[in-house]
């Protein structure tokens, strides 16, 4: 199975990444989120393809802002929308 995820916005409020470091959080989140879905797949009723406006995603307790760790917890918090239950 092919998954095509495509995130058009990421919004973190009161969260500051340097810019210099930003890639590290996109790769991070890319990658833990890669890694879910190929272990876990995707849930049921969006196997068959759709498209979301917006993803509701639990919160994130955020103690300090290392981009690398910040990515897997957004990742995870991602996967809780649209991984297999």
């Known amino acids: 199975m092919n998954i095509n995820l495509h995130i058009e916005r990421l919004i973190l409020d009161g969260v ?3 810019p210099g470091e930003r890639h590290l959080l996109q790769a991070s989140l890319t990658n833990k989120l890669t890694q879910m879905l190929n272990n876990g797949g995707l849930a049921r009723n969006l ?6 406006p917006r993803l ?6 955020i103690n300090d802002y290392k981009p690398m760790e910040l990515g897997q917890q957004i990742a995870q918090s991602v996967y809780g929308g649209i991984g297999r239950e």
């Open 16 to 18: 500051n990444i340097a």
């Open 56 to 61: 509701a995603t639990s919160d994130i307790q």
């Open 47 to 52: 196997v068959e393809g759709v498209a979301l």
